[in-house]
């Protein structure tokens, strides 16, 4: 196997004092502000100076100003009139969050990508994992076909350089991925040239070895990284980051809650590591409490994550070189596992597994749908979670992301695109067209009610008044990829557009 590039540094490890008096002073108002900034001397300059200045938050306050190349603030939300229909918007809007390759300052926190590519927007200037398939859907249908295979491309180089795709192009995310979602990306371009398609394979299988290492010499009863041997001798997979940190991007609500919890602040950082790389950050799911200082991520099994590594154990298999057997043979004994451990009778759908407790968890979610759109579940099974999904998640403006209403932004009343899209195309799998149908109306009709009020598209939404998300680490964003790519996606599949 090709040789991972060493780590690059975090600006926390590049500024180390410097870093935590300007995160936990709260010098910038939004703690991604600093780790996405440039600076203009070298580091060994900085912090001598730094050295040397007195304690005060003002002349902090300077001094980060004079040395450091800082991102554009975010503009505030302006609602304004609509000018165009929202699928007219939508297309509109493709070139604004475009972004040419990125070769990376000297010292800064981004990693290089070498082609032109799609941002989130807001506050997220960088590409990131799972958003870029929910956000290729919109773009394959606006015919933005280059835009979409640079996407990929980009994806393949970080596989061929980390070993994985990291949740984001900055250094500060390289210890932590995002659900694993390449395949349904190199699936939905479909490109059959045998050059490129051996290419994405190798690099599919390199991601798959990633979130498998340590695996095979793991006992039973153990998890050592992302891999968990149950006591039956089931593989199951979770989030885990080996920094025991507190992230760069969030490090002073970081340091509040690991000082909140009464817990050894390096099992808190690591928890909330796995849980940013979950992609549901955060939500009562991950939570042993009420509180976010409860939170224990990395004894969980998610439903999802296994959902989509069998999705890719899947893929590799149907690439029909002469691997595909053992990965087919991986697949199977995923599902075997997700079927014995995964499946809640209580709830009549599949929910994540404890690994403390050795059983599964409590308390049904929108991941519940994963298994389906990855074609995990029997349909017996579907059925029960396509029964299940209308009498509890549907909500007047489309899904609920989870039952818990909280104040964290992955949960009741917040709903988000990729789990709609998710839920709609495991639906259709399975044959349930009428409740796929009405949780993408109900959806579109979200977006497009706040869009007429706001004339802007956001990162989540409220979907049981509909009307603008809220809650989480940082106010509402918008842009927004996934929004854009998903909703456009399920009004051309309703004949609108």
Same mark, same amino acid.
């Given at each position: 196997?090709?040789?991972?590039?060493?780590?690059?540094?975090?600006?926390?490890? *590049?500024?180390?004092?410097?870093?935590?008096?300007?995160?936990?002073?709260?010098?910038?108002?939004?703690?991604?502000?600093?780790?996405?900034?440039?600076?203009?001397?070298?580091?060994?300059?900085?912090?001598?100076? /730094? #050295?040397?200045?007195?304690?005060? +938050?003002?002349?902090?306050?300077? /001094?980060?100003?004079?040395?450091?190349?800082?991102?554009?603030?975010?503009?505030?939300?302006?609602?304004?009139?609509?000018?165009?229909?929202?699928?007219?918007?939508?297309?509109?809007?493709?070139?604004?969050?475009?972004?040419?390759?990125?070769?990376?300052?000297?010292?800064?926190?981004?990693?290089?990508?070498?082609?032109?590519?799609?941002?989130?927007?807001?506050?997220?200037?960088?590409?990131?994992?799972?958003?870029? !398939? /929910?956000?290729?859907?919109?773009?394959?249908?606006?015919?933005?076909?280059?835009?979409?295979?640079?996407?990929?491309?980009?994806?393949?180089?970080?596989?061929?350089?980390?070993?994985?795709?990291?949740?984001?192009?900055?250094?500060?995310? @390289?210890?932590?991925?995002?659900?694993?979602?390449?395949?349904?990306?190199?699936?939905?371009?479909?490109?059959?040239?045998?050059?490129?398609?051996?290419?994405?394979?190798? &690099?599919?299988?390199?991601?798959?070895?990633?979130?498998?290492?340590?695996?095979?010499?793991?006992?039973? %009863?153990?998890?050592?990284?992302?891999?968990?041997?149950? &006591?039956?001798?089931?593989?199951?997979?979770?989030?885990?980051?080996?920094?025991?940190?507190?992230?760069?991007?969030?490090?002073?609500?970081?340091?509040?809650?690991?000082?909140?919890?009464?817990?050894?602040?390096?099992?808190?950082?690591?928890?909330?590591?796995?849980?940013?790389?979950?992609?549901? +950050?955060?939500?009562?799911?991950?939570?042993?409490?009420?509180?976010?200082?409860?939170?224990?991520?990395?004894?969980?099994?998610?439903?999802?994550?296994?959902? /989509?590594?069998?999705?890719?154990?899947? #893929?590799? &298999?149907?690439?029909?070189?002469?691997?595909?057997?053992?990965?087919?043979?991986?697949?199977?004994?995923?599902?075997?596992?997700?079927?014995?451990?995964?499946?809640?009778?209580?709830?009549?759908?599949?929910?994540?597994?404890?690994?403390?407790?050795?059983?599964?968890?409590?308390?049904?979610?929108?991941?519940?749908?994963?298994?389906?759109?990855?074609?995990?579940?029997?349909?017996?099974?579907?059925?029960?979670?396509?029964? !299940?999904?209308? #009498?509890?998640?549907?909500?007047? %403006?489309?899904?609920?992301?989870? *039952?818990?209403?909280?104040?964290?932004?992955?949960?009741?009343?917040?709903?988000?695109?990729? @789990?709609?899209?998710? &839920?709609?195309?495991?639906?259709?799998?399975?044959?349930?067209?009428?409740?796929? +149908?009405?949780?993408?109306?109900?959806?579109?009709?979200?977006?497009?009610?706040?869009?007429?009020?706001?004339? *802007?598209? !956001?990162?989540?939404?409220?979907?049981?008044?509909?009307?603008?998300?809220?809650?989480?680490?940082?106010?509402?964003?918008?842009?927004?990829?996934?929004?854009?790519?998903?909703?456009?996606?399920?009004?051309?599949?309703?004949?609108?557009?």
């Amino acid at each position: 196997m090709p040789k991972r590039k060493p780590a690059e540094p975090t600006p926390a490890e *590049l500024f180390g004092p410097l870093f935590a008096r300007v995160q936990e002073r709260g010098i910038l108002t939004d703690g991604k502000t600093f780790v996405d900034a440039v600076p203009r001397r070298p580091v060994d300059e900085i912090m001598a100076d /730094f #050295a040397r200045l007195g304690d005060g +938050d003002e002349a902090l306050r300077r /001094f980060v100003h004079a040395n450091f190349d800082l991102p554009p603030s975010v503009a505030p939300i302006v609602p304004s009139v609509p000018v165009l229909p929202l699928r007219a918007q939508i297309r509109s809007t493709w070139a604004s969050l475009a972004r040419d390759p990125e070769s990376g300052a000297d010292n800064s926190s981004a990693l290089p990508v070498g082609h032109r590519h799609v941002v989130p927007g807001g506050r997220f200037r960088e590409i990131y994992y799972w958003d870029s !398939f /929910f956000t290729m859907l919109g773009l394959v249908r606006d015919g933005e076909t280059a835009l979409a295979t640079g996407i990929v491309d980009a994806m393949t180089d970080l596989i061929e350089d980390h070993g994985h795709v990291p949740n984001g192009a900055r250094t500060y995310y @390289l210890g932590r991925s995002q659900p694993p979602l390449f395949h349904m990306m190199v699936t939905l371009l479909d490109d059959r040239r045998p050059d490129v398609a051996a290419r994405r394979l190798a &690099a599919m299988k390199r991601e798959h070895a990633w979130w498998m290492d340590g695996a095979d010499d793991l006992a039973r %009863g153990t998890q050592a990284g992302h891999v968990a041997r149950l &006591a039956d001798g089931s593989l199951l997979n979770r989030y885990w980051d080996p920094r025991t940190t507190p992230r760069d991007e969030s490090w002073r609500e970081d340091v509040e809650t690991a000082i909140a919890s009464g817990r050894p602040a390096k099992d808190v950082y690591r928890d909330l590591r796995a849980g940013a790389e979950s992609g549901w +950050d955060f939500s009562s799911r991950w939570l042993g409490g009420d509180e976010l200082s409860s939170i224990r991520t990395t004894w969980i099994a998610p439903v999802d994550l296994n959902a /989509f590594l069998f999705g890719l154990e899947s #893929a590799i &298999a149907a690439g029909g070189d002469r691997d595909a057997a053992l990965y087919a043979a991986h697949a199977e004994r995923r599902r075997v596992a997700m079927h014995a451990h995964m499946w809640n009778s209580r709830e009549n759908c599949f929910t994540d597994y404890d690994l403390e407790r050795g059983a599964v968890r409590p308390g049904a979610t929108a991941a519940a749908l994963a298994p389906l759109v990855a074609g995990v579940a029997t349909q017996q099974q579907a059925d029960a979670t396509a029964a !299940f999904t209308e #009498a509890r998640l549907l909500a007047a %403006g489309g899904l609920r992301t989870t *039952l818990v209403r909280s104040e964290q932004q992955w949960d009741r009343p917040n709903g988000w695109a990729p @789990l709609q899209w998710i &839920a709609v195309a495991g639906l259709r799998r399975y044959g349930h067209d009428r409740l796929a +149908d009405e949780i993408a109306r109900r959806w579109i009709a979200t977006v497009e009610t706040t869009y007429r009020h706001t004339g *802007l598209l !956001f990162e989540k939404y409220d979907v049981e008044h509909p009307a603008i998300g809220m809650g989480g680490e940082y106010a509402p964003q918008i842009g927004f990829g996934w929004t854009n790519g998903v909703t456009a996606d399920l009004i051309d599949q309703s004949g609108g557009g």
